[in-house]
């Protein structure tokens, strides 16, 4: 990307070196503190507190639990709460009071297998309905919890009889725009995408990208449906327009190609749902904008809509690291401040600029 005056620049703002396995951070709500989460030497889970002071970072608590911890979400809580779900090796998926994290507020073993991705909606103060959280697991399901009901998942996503299992890397919520509407997104090893519809309980539509989707997520939760964004283990990015669905082409989208290596997450930036940053195998991050097309839809041949795809220019690219940068999250509160956690055992926090003039 070219570095004109007006281009935004990311900054590597503080990094500090970690002695574990980091595989998810978050932004806590409405503060400068931000978690994360994942796997000591021992085979534990750790979850490091950690605030923000000036250009460095103080650790405020640490907590051990008895199995590595793989993802976190605050999305099904409340602002007063900002109680963290998190799923583990070990399929379970517990919530806890940071405040007081000896022992989860809520625990269900939810998978027989790991849990490799997890979601919130409902919590706050974003989007409609009830607070509900995703899993995705290795053991092939998708399912839906609300946290106020017990052992059972509302909704439950596993393969028909007769088709294998095939591991789940990613899973999104999306379109909780009133109190009926909802879908969750779930991406899965061998390319496949499924949308499903939690208002209909069914299969909405799916679609396959080659290769194994490392990422899904939509540019905003809590709206009608607008774009979904799928990144893929060859460099590959996909950005469907998901304002129109065609009854037998589904939905238009542009493809990228980003890079060589793995693209293992992307993240919109809350305050501006057409910039998103995409974290890379090989250390980089690249920011990115949706340009929309003049028209959004036109007829077919047939007279049935079909959606016209954008297209995405680069703003800004950055390599911060020699190791995978395995998670992303985008401050809710500060525009253009980012964390990330890459395999080099760091945690770097960012901060990118000229976010305004774009």
């Given at each position: 990307a070219a570095a004109g005056p007006e281009r935004p620049q990311v900054v590597s703002h503080i990094q500090q070196a970690?002695?574990?396995?980091?595989?998810?951070?978050?932004?806590?709500?409405?503060?400068?503190?931000?978690l994360c989460l994942g796997s000591a030497a021992r085979g534990t889970g750790l979850v490091q507190l950690y605030e923000l002071h000036g250009a460095r970072l103080e650790l405020l608590r640490e907590i051990e639990k008895p199995k590595p911890i793989k993802c976190g979400t605050f999305g099904a809580t409340s602002l007063q709460q900002r109680y963290l779900a998190t799923g583990d090796f070990d399929g379970n998926l517990n919530i806890w009071n940071l405040e007081a994290p000896e022992i989860p507020v809520y625990s269900v073993k939810g998978h027989k297998e790991i849990i490799n991705s997890i979601d919130g909606v409902g919590g706050l103060g974003i989007g409609e309905g009830a607070p509900e959280i995703v899993t995705g697991s290795r053991d092939g399901t998708v399912k839906?919890?609300?946290?106020?009901?017990?052992?059972?998942?509302?909704?439950?996503?596993?393969?028909?009889q007769g088709e294998s299992k095939r591991d789940c890397w990613t899973v999104a919520f999306g379109n909780a725009y009133n109190q009926e509407e909802r879908v969750v997104c779930a991406g899965y090893d061998n390319g496949d995408i499924k949308l499903f519809d939690l208002k209909t309980m069914s299969l909405r539509w799916e679609t396959n990208i080659k290769n194994g989707v490392c990422?899904?997520?939509?540019d905003r939760k809590d709206i009608n449906m607008n774009k979904?964004?799928?990144?893929?283990?060859?460099?590959?990015?996909h950005v469907f327009d998901m304002r129109t669905q065609h009854p037998t082409k589904g939905f238009a989208s542009v493809s990228e190609k980003a890079q060589k290596s793995t693209i293992w997450q992307v993240r919109h930036l809350p305050q501006n749902r057409d910039i998103f940053?995409?974290?890379?195998?090989?250390?980089?991050?690249?920011?990115?904008?949706?340009?929309?097309?003049a028209q959004r839809s036109k007829k077919d041949s047939e007279g049935s809509e079909m959606g016209v795809a954008g297209?995405?220019?680069?703003?800004?690219?950055?390599?911060?690291?020699?190791?995978?940068?395995?998670?992303?999250?985008?401050?809710p509160d500060k525009k253009g401040l980012c964390v990330c956690g890459a395999f080099d055992q760091t945690v770097r926090v960012l901060i990118v600029t000229k976010l305004n003039k774009i």
């Open positions: 970690l002695s574990y396995t980091v595989f998810d951070c978050k932004w806590v709500p409405r503060s400068a503190r931000l839906v919890w609300d946290p106020r009901q017990n052992d059972t998942p509302v909704a439950n996503m596993e393969p028909v990422s899904v997520e939509f979904l964004v799928a990144t893929s283990l060859e460099g590959k990015f940053m995409t974290s890379g195998g090989s250390g980089s991050l690249h920011l990115w904008k949706y340009e929309y097309p297209s995405v220019s680069l703003l800004q690219n950055v390599t911060l690291s020699t190791q995978p940068i395995s998670s992303l999250d985008w401050s």
